[in-house]
Structure formats: structure tokens, C-alpha cells
């Protein structure tokens, strides 16, 4: 332990000897500390201005990737999905804010209708293995999630 | 004797200012009616040429000569036009109407190109001008975009909202007397009654950001959503009105199962086709 000590001392006693004229080592202790201000507050790196218009306009940063659209070509599919059976729904309930609650998780979440009532698709898949996925993920956020195969 | 004459040369030299004063008035603003025009290089799906009361297919090679020649792109249509002095082109998107306001040549050599988009959605690519009296200018129903030389594109909504986006050169966007500079990589939006809106980043953004598909009514579907609010939104085809937020209301009726088209336009002509399937 008294030997670390020592070392370290001896590392700081040379620092300074190496660079005497001390203007050169505030200036350069002064650099390090904004660069790691800049770090820590990335807003004060990038200062980007916010346009309250852009589309993602009060939406957090969704967890989990798009989960309701697909290519065909040039072409993108929304709604119901070509191929994929497994929908992960969350009935609605009537505050109007579960939508919100469940775009948290998947950004392309929508409200739709059926004959049993209005519900959100969450995400639609191919196998049950990746529906359940999205559905341990919902019900973390303490999210009513369900699974059903077909149309509702 | 010499007050008897007094007033006739009064006259005289009343008259050669008054002549030499008209003659520098009509070379510095009366235009010279001479060859200008917009040339169709290029035609994809169905396009009209409209002179007066006479309405016919556009073919490559027609020529927009006159005030009030217009040309109209159809769905999935658009057409290309070449501006006579090779100073640029111009891109036309489908659902456009476009419009001649004024083509003319000035003495000093300056060449004024004012166009009128009606609706739809134009791309200009336009070399900078070296002539100081050159103007090209596109008016729309919320306002007007005056450039010297850039690559910008206008989109115009059905309500004559307007979006405003510069990838090269400076575009100045004026509406109810105040003016905004659209710079190279900005955007704006011109509602039709009010200023155009602080310029913002360009985004390019062809997002269709849905958060309602489904039945209201036995046959009666409704899709509601948002996109970036200087881009057009076709569904069925038909342009849609958005809000100055970018939000959007569908209804219409279906008679099938079959996906509903629907089509985001970004003002410099970017484009993304989207089929909507209601689950």
C-alpha cells in the first residue's frame, strides 16, 4: 500500500516537472474536464434544435423492433401481416393512454376493432416461440398481453 | 418675340424627355416575347397537356409555350420537362396539376420562369443563374418560392398547404408578406393564410406512422395516423388532407378484403408505396 503511494506520487511529481510551465498543465486539465462534461451531457455536445412537428413528436424510444409491417418488394405491408398468424394483443381500456404505453415497447403498435371489442395489435408473427417473446416483454410493462392465432 | 416661342419649345423639350424617359422605361421592364418554353423529355402512365379548352395526351416532346398551359400527371403517373435554356428540369410527381403563370425573356438577356403547382408534388433542378434579372418562381396556393439556381422540391396538398425542402442552393419561401430563407438541407411548411414556418432540417422522411386501422361501419373503414407534415399522403389514390402536424383521418368505403393502397411523397420526390390490410 505504501508503495502504490509512493508511485503514485512519483508519477504526479514527474507530470508537473515534464510540463513546467504550469498555464500549460491547467490548459490542459481544463480540456479533460470539459471533454468529460461533454461526455456526461451529451446535449451539451450536440445542441440540436427540436422541431415540434416531426413525426416521433412525444413518443419515447420504443424497446423493441417494428413488429406490424413488411416488405414485399418496394412495398411496405401494414395492418395484418402476409404469413404471420400469431398476434400479441393488449385489449383496450378506456384512458387513452395504452397505445403510448405499448409503443414504449413496439413503435408500429395500432388500435383496431373486432367483433369482441377494440383491442391493440402489438405484433403479429410467424411462430408462436416469437409471439410469446414479444409477450414476456409486454407484460413486464405490467401490459394485459395476449396471443390469439387467426383473426379475431 | 422670343416669349411668343417660349412655349412651343417648352413643349418640344417636354416632349424628347418625355420620349427618351419611355424608351428607358420600356428596356428596363417591358418584356420580349421570345422562344420560351418547357419541353416534356420524359412521360411514365397518363399524362394531359390543357391549352385554353383543348385537353390532349401529353406526349414527349410537348411543349409548355404559354400563360395558363397545364399539364396534369394521373395516378401512379409523372413526367419529366426540360426549361428551354438547358438552365434545369423539372420533375413531376403523379396527382400533379402544373401550370404556366409566365415564360418571358427580358432585354438585359434575363429570363423569368414563374410556375404554378396546383397540387401534387415538383422537383426543380435549376443551375445558378449568371444573368442578375433572372428569376425563377413557384407559386402555389399558400405562397411562393423564389430560387437563383438549386435543387429543391415543393409538395402541395389539397388545401394548398405547402411543403418547402432545398438539398442544394438557397430557396426563399414568402407567404402574408414575411419571408423565410429555405437553405440547402431545410425544410418548411406554408399553410395557406398565415407566414411559412421557421425552416427546419430536411428529413426525407417517408414514414407512414399508423395508430388506428379498422371497421366503423359495416363497410366503412377508417385509418388514422401521422406523417412529416411537408410530405403528400395518397390513400385509394386520392391526396389527403393532413394537419399542420402531420396528422391524418381516413374514411372510405370497401367493397373487399383487399389491401388499401397508400402512397408518402416527400416534397423533393422521394417516394414510399404502402398496402394497408385491415387486420
Given amino acids: ?152 | 418675340m422670343r416669349l411668343k416661342r417660349l412655349p412651343t419649345l417648352i413643349a418640344l423639350m417636354a416632349l424628347v424627355i418625355g420620349l427618351h424617359w419611355a424608351q428607358a422605361l420600356a428596356q428596363s421592364t417591358l418584356p420580349v416575347r421570345v422562344d420560351r418554353w418547357l419541353e416534356l423529355q420524359r412521360i411514365a402512365g397518363s399524362v394531359t397537356f390543357k391549352r385554353g379548352q383543348s385537353n390532349q395526351t401529353a406526349t414527349v416532346g410537348t411543349r409548355l409555350e404559354s400563360t395558363g398551359d397545364t399539364l396534369v400527371t394521373g395516378a401512379d403517373s409523372s413526367a419529366s420537362l426540360a426549361v428551354d435554356t438547358g438552365i434545369g428540369t423539372v420533375q413531376v410527381s403523379e396527382n400533379t396539376t402544373l401550370r404556366v403563370q409566365r415564360l418571358e425573356s427580358l432585354p438585359s438577356g434575363g429570363r423569368v420562369t414563374r410556375l404554378e403547382i396546383l397540387s401534387g408534388q415538383a422537383r426543380l433542378q435549376v443551375r445558378a443563374f449568371t444573368d442578375p434579372d433572372s428569376e425563377l418562381e413557384i407559386e402555389t396556393p399558400a405562397g411562393v418560392s423564389g430560387v437563383r439556381g438549386t435543387d429543391f422540391g415543393v409538395s402541395v396538398r389539397p388545401d394548398g398547404t405547402t411543403g418547402v425542402a432545398t438539398l442544394e442552393g438557397k430557396v426563399l419561401a414568402s407567404a402574408q408578406g414575411q419571408s423565410v430563407l429555405v437553405d440547402a438541407g431545410l425544410q418548411s411548411l406554408i399553410v395557406p393564410g398565415e407566414p411559412p414556418t421557421p425552416a427546419v432540417p430536411l428529413r426525407e422522411d417517408t414514414r407512414l406512422d399508423v395508430t388506428f386501422i379498422g371497421f366503423v361501419g359495416a363497410s366503412q373503414v377508417q385509418i388514422r395516423g401521422q406523417v412529416d407534415p411537408v410530405n403528400l399522403l395518397l390513400i385509394g389514390d386520392q391526396p389527403q388532407a393532413v394537419d399542420r402536424n402531420g396528422q391524418f383521418n381516413f374514411q372510405g368505403s370497401v367493397t373487399d378484403d383487399r389491401p388499401i393502397p397508400a402512397v408518402v411523397i416527400t416534397p423533393l420526390g422521394s417516394r414510399q408505396a404502402y398496402e394497408i390490410v385491415i387486420p
Fill in chain 1, 1 to 152: 500500500m505504501k508503495l502504490l503511494f509512493l508511485n503514485f506520487f512519483n508519477f504526479n511529481f514527474n507530470f508537473f516537472n515534464f510540463y513546467k510551465h504550469q498555464w500549460a498543465a491547467i490548459g490542459i486539465m481544463g480540456g479533460l474536464a470539459i471533454a468529460l462534461s461533454s461526455f456526461l451531457s451529451p446535449t451539451l455536445a450536440q445542441p440540436i434544435s427540436e422541431d415540434p412537428s416531426r413525426i416521433t413528436e412525444d413518443a419515447p424510444p420504443s424497446q423493441c423492433a417494428p413488429r406490424n409491417q413488411t416488405r414485399k418488394g418496394e412495398v411496405i405491408v401494414l395492418g395484418r401481416i402476409p404469413d404471420a398468424p400469431y398476434r400479441v394483443v393488449v385489449p383496450l381500456r378506456g384512458d387513452g393512454t395504452l397505445l403510448a404505453e405499448v409503443r414504449r415497447c413496439v413503435a408500429d403498435a395500432f388500435e383496431t376493432t373486432s367483433p369482441l371489442g377494440q383491442y391493440i395489435q402489438a405484433g403479429a408473427f410467424p411462430t408462436r416461440s416469437e409471439a410469446r417473446q414479444l409477450l414476456r416483454q409486454l407484460r413486464r410493462l405490467d401490459l394485459d398481453a395476449q396471443i390469439f392465432y387467426g383473426n379475431l
